[in-house]
């Protein structure tokens, strides 16, 4: 029999406590659910970075509706093409000429070549086994000037091996062309917004003499190519390791991954590594996180027992942050994440037993939808879906972590949260605009 939910009971019956959290999937997978907070980038933001680059999409005309409209709202139509895939392709079997004629007449009515082409082939590409070798080849031999790679938007790939994500990341570095290395060239690599210049990360490597190169800053298709002769490559951001190991793989170049953290003494860590990998002095960070944990304490005394809410697409680690903001004193009261990375057991474990009434809400079950919006005390929320899910006009607007990084990132951070509280923000005017600062792409 159906039973039906009322309002006030949803959130209690898909929330967990932070206790009672079966580690690392927390909540049952199924049917799912895409709530209206659009700041997160997609492939087709993400494969936009490198300058002059020509997207095309073969997909299903029901499947292209999204990134057709992404390509419009950000601005970047002309630097976007597809190739529609009928009934008939399938049944004919002529899907491999379907991309090479398609291709061939795109790059032929462009107004000018683009020096590359992100090809993005779908699930019925795989389905059908379609011989995408063959494409590549042939396409490559029509047009030498231009430099292919194979994309890919292939919702099958979510579950197993590398996503979709990863694998644009990973592929948004495969038409470097392998250069003499300088060592003097240092690449951060796999960020869809550029760290900030004031971080202790940037910084070192900067005032040491070191050029440092990043896909965010290239303004032509050269400038994107002298990132091969990088010495090291240093990706951030989880989804971008991949893309790391690849170029460490391919071009020879050194990889670090030195992740976003907010456990300062993993912070510490990273910044000692890239010293030691730079052979430059390694940095006294004592300073650093006084600054970090005073930033913390005047934003805790403005909030003032407020609760605080956030969620998995502010930062790339929320468990640590989580555990950070508890132990400086914020009444953090509720997560919204679907599932805890294993980078994060220690601090979900941490908040298991330091914080067990933490509550934990899926963003992607169905029941979210039609969960109350309003709390009786709406919380100052970091991210855009705790905005959405809480209705709360008091939050920071950032995705994948900002741009912050290191303990200037958590000093940052707590100067955001104290400009939230004091300067409200319309949630539905900004949560609604895909991409949070895709203005970088250059277009």
């Known amino acids: 029999m159906l039973k039906r939910q009322m309002p006030d009971r949803i959130r209690a019956a898909v929330g967990v406590r932070m206790a009672d959290a079966q580690l690392p999937a927390p909540f049952a997978g199924g049917l799912e659910y895409g709530a209206p907070a659009r700041g997160m980038w997609n492939i087709v933001h993400t494969g936009m970075l490198i300058p002059g680059a020509h997207e095309i999409f073969v997909c299903a005309e029901g499947c292209l509706r999204g990134v057709v409209l992404t390509a419009a709202e950000m601005g970047a139509a002309e630097r976007f093409s597809m190739i529609s895939i009928r009934e008939n392709n399938v049944l004919d079997g002529d899907m491999e000429e379907l991309i090479i004629d398609g291709v061939t007449d795109i ?104 050029t440092l190169r990043d896909i965010t800053a290239c303004r032509t298709y050269g400038e994107y190519q002298l990132m091969a002769e990088s010495f090291l490559s240093i990706s951030t951001y989880p989804p971008a390791r991949a893309g790391g190991d690849a170029l460490e793989h391919r071009l020879g170049q050194r990889h670090l991954y030195l992740p976003w953290s907010a456990d300062f003494d993993v912070i510490d860590q990273n910044l000692q590594t890239l010293a030691g990998v730079l052979g430059v002095p390694a940095p006294d960070t004592a300073a650093a996180r006084r600054g970090a944990l005073d930033a913390l304490e005047q934003t805790r005394q403005l909030l003032n027992g407020k609760p605080v809410a956030l969620d998995y697409t502010a930062v790339p680690r929320p468990m640590e942050l989580a555990r950070l903001l508890i132990r400086c004193g914020f009444n953090l009261t509720e997560i919204y994440i679907d599932a805890v990375s294993g980078e994060e057991e220690a601090a979900a474990r941490w908040l298991q037993s330091h914080a067990p009434e933490l509550m934990l809400y899926p963003t992607s079950d169905p029941m979210m939808r039609v969960a109350p919006r309003q709390a009786a005390e709406p919380p100052l929320c970091i991210g855009q879906k705790a905005a ?51 203005g970088c792409c250059g277009i």
Do not use: W
Not at 405 to 420: Q, S, V
């Open 388 to 438: 959405y899910f809480t209705g709360s006009d008091a939050f920071v607007n950032i995705v994948e972590g900002g741009g912050l990084y290191g303990f200037d990132g958590i000093a940052r951070l707590a100067g955001l949260m104290a400009d939230a509280e004091l300067n409200r923000k319309d949630p539905r005017g900004l949560i609604t605009v895909k991409g949070l600062g895709c």
């Open 107 to 210: 790059l032929h009515k462009l107004p000018a070549m683009p020096p590359a082409v992100l090809l993005y082939t779908s699930c019925i590409h795989h389905f059908m086994a379609c011989d995408l070798d063959r494409v590549f080849r042939t396409l490559r031999g029509r047009f030498p000037q231009v430099d292919f790679t194979d994309c890919y938007m292939n919702p099958i790939m979510r579950k197993s091996g590398l996503t979709p994500d990863q694998l644009m990341r990973r592929q948004l570095y495969s038409l470097l062309k392998k250069r003499p290395v300088n060592d003097k060239s240092v690449s951060l690599i796999g960020n869809d917004l550029p760290t900030d210049g004031t971080s202790e990360l940037v910084r070192m490597i900067r005032e040491n003499g070191f």
